[in-house]
């Protein structure tokens, strides 16, 4: 359900519109009331305060009480209220409020909560973070049946556009960091193997850990960081900015025009980026065999491809399928999510990484075992 929205707007020094738009329910959290402190204490003050709550679809008594902070902060500084635009029952009802007199020592201060109100309301909280990340999820599914028999509405420029964004242009970010983890590694096993004249078993060591586990891992984590998070922060300016209910507006559903692209390139991507990584990963590791061990990159190449099988590859590819498809997800439904200030559009991508890295550290952990099970 759509949430309350505030928009401040000058009009000039001597006056402030106070547009309220979409739905507000108590369950939705209290509305905010600093944005509209800061603009009528701030120089210069409004001499007028007025409503427009023209695009407003719904209303409890929380908007009450907001309307009501509004106009004591009008009343502290001196600044006169319009409701004129305000709908006749909200009208009446400030005016019954402002017509009985509150008691003195009647009203309780909230501002420690208990530690059950704070369980209660993380609770609650999370549990409608997983209903809504089920019904993204669900949505995005019966978004993609429809892609098979070609019912969904996006552009292939953007599908184009993406995957240049989160492939050929992460390739330097994905080479450093594989490159790394390869050269580390080999020189952890180099350090212990030469004490048992087993140097030779570093290029086993690196390749199957890379082609199997490490390779996938570190691309969806590095993808995550780069990839996710912008998509989150680039859905997240698009609601900021009300793009996102302008595509709504005229029809065209968010899942399918924004969303889907980003997934489809990622996914296309992911595997391909798997596998560079791969090859550099073991190029790392044979860097510091030649190097440090004297073995030669015939011998190092021979042993890699005897200790790799088919299974290691595809298994890791299809990891990093999975990864990014976990990753395109997590961003667009932080970027979904994201509120109407330019510091959630920051929350929005931090969310997004840590989302996407969780996930992708759960389902590794899944892939291990299942694989495991299943004997590959």
Not at 179 to 198: E, K, P, S
Not at 294 to 316: C, K
Not at 326 to 354: N, P, W, Y
Request: hydrophobic letters at 50%; a positive charge; proline letters at 3%.
């Amino acid at each position: 359900m759509m949430q309350g929205n505030v928009f401040l707007t000058r009009e000039g020094d001597s006056e402030l519109a106070i547009r309220i738009s979409g739905t507000w329910r108590l369950h939705g959290g209290l509305p905010p009331i600093d944005t509209v402190k800061t603009a009528i204490e701030s120089a210069p003050h409004p001499k007028l305060v007025r409503f427009d709550t023209g695009e407003l679809a719904g209303w409890d008594s929380s908007i009450v009480w907001f309307l009501n902070k509004v106009s004591e902060l009008c009343h502290q500084r001196g600044v006169a209220v319009d409701r004129d635009n305000l709908p006749q029952g909200l009208r009446r009802l400030l005016e019954l409020a402002e017509a009985v007199p509150e008691k003195k020592g009647v009203r309780r201060d909230f501002a420690t909560p208990s530690i059950v109100d704070r369980i209660g309301h993380r609770a609650i909280a999370s549990i409608s973070s997983i209903t809504a990340a089920l019904s993204f999820l669900g949505e995005m599914t019966l978004t993609s049946i429809k892609l098979l028999p070609g019912k969904v509405r996006f552009r292939a420029l953007d599908v184009f556009l993406f995957i240049q964004q989160s492939g050929p242009q992460a390739l330097p970010i994905v080479t450093l960091i594989s490159f790394l983890v390869g050269v580390i590694l080999a020189f952890i096993g180099a350090v212990q193997l030469r004490r048992f004249g087993a140097q030779i078993y570093v290029a086993d060591l690196v390749g199957i850990a890379i082609v199997r586990e490490l390779g996938a891992v570190m691309t969806g984590i590095i993808m995550a960081g780069r990839t996710g998070a912008a998509f989150a922060a680039q859905l997240g300016t698009m609601k900021v900015t009300q793009e996102i209910d302008a595509f709504t507006t005229i029809g065209l559903q968010a899942q399918e025009f924004l969303v889907l692209p980003r997934v489809i390139a990622l996914v296309l991507m992911m595997p391909l980026l798997c596998l560079y990584a791969d090859f550099i990963g073991v190029l790392g590791g044979a860097a510091v065999a030649v190097g440090m061990l004297d073995i030669s990159w015939t011998t190092y190449i021979r042993e890699t491809m005897n200790a790799i099988s088919l299974t290691h590859l595809f298994g890791g590819v299809f990891k990093s399928t999975i990864y990014g498809v976990l990753i395109a997800l997590s961003g667009c439904l932080r970027g979904l999510q994201c509120g109407k200030s330019s510091s959630a559009v920051g929350d929005a991508a931090t969310s997004a990484v840590v989302t996407g890295i969780v996930a992708i550290v759960a389902a590794c952990g899944i892939f291990a075992v299942g694989f495991y099970v299943l004997g590959i």
